[in-house]
């Protein structure tokens, strides 16, 4: 499947046009696009947001169906759905306990932030663990599951600068707050907002080991990685 180099993916939904080791979010995306859903089939967009990724893949020739918990965010989905003639299907639904039956889709995908997310929907471990599960579920036996994770350390200096969120975590957990090892705090416009960065192993943990193939891909390789995907083939058993 040949990809252009400007997309859907591209419109700019507060994230796709994030910068990561000189390309953007998109431009990850449209990778492992390309790269592991090489046949046309159902796919699931969890978490699916204003609908970039729903559409694209629809327009594709992918029958699309995205979920977002978000009113607001899903009416854009619908209208960025109009605005280019697609035929996507979007369904307000929590990931952590999807609508639809088991085995029913040939992928299922979560890009973006979704899993990171802390500011609509606190998230916990537990929350993330429900919510691959899900996914897991819906997904037809050697289907593939893909979600994305934002890395805990981009580079040297990311690294050094979660010293300091180590140590809020630490004083929180001393006063009985919510939080996890690995919560960081970025301002959007004027407003902190909590997001949940990831190690590898960490992401990897989330997926239970029986029925799938697990593999993790991203562009960058060495101690260092931005964001980074894990996929999950199930096997024709699960």
């Keep these: 499947m040949r990809v252009e180099t400007q997309t859907l993916l591209h419109r700019d939904d ?21 790269h592991f859903l090489r046949q046309i089939g159902t796919v699931l967009d969890i978490g699916c947001g204003r609908g970039r990724s729903s559409v694209y893949l629809n327009l594709q020739g ?6 977002e918990i978000d009113l607001p965010t899903l009416a854009q989905a619908k209208q960025l759905n109009r605005e280019n003639n697609a035929s996507c299907e979007f369904v307000r639904a929590d990931g ?19 899993l990171s997310e802390k500011y ?15 996914a897991v579920r819906v997904t037809r036996p050697e289907g593939v599951v893909i979600v994305n994770f934002v ?17 809020n975590w630490a004083k929180e957990k001393l006063l009985r707050k919510r939080t996890e090892l690995g919560d960081y705090t970025e301002v959007i416009g004027n407003m902190p907002i909590r997001f949940h960065a990831f190690t590898i192993r960490e992401a990897l943990q989330l997926f239970r080991k029986r029925s799938i193939k697990l593999s993790v891909w991203r562009k960058n390789g060495g101690l260092f990685s931005d964001w980074f995907f894990v996929v999950a083939r199930k096997t024709a058993e699960g």
């Design 120 to 134: 609509r929907l606190w998230l916990k471990k537990e929350d993330r663990l429900e919510m691959i599960s899900e």
């Design 14 to 34: 507060g994230l796709a046009t994030t910068a990561t080791a000189g390309e953007t979010i998109a431009d990850l995306e449209l990778l492992v696009i390309a």
């Design 151 to 167: 890395h805990r350390y981009w580079s040297l200096r990311h690294l050094l600068s979660f010293m300091k969120y180590y140590v």
């Design 62 to 67: 992918f029958d699309t169906v995205g979920v």
């Design 96 to 114: 952590r306990n999807l609508c639809f039956r088991e085995k029913c889709f040939d992928y299922a995908v979560s890009f973006g932030s979704t």
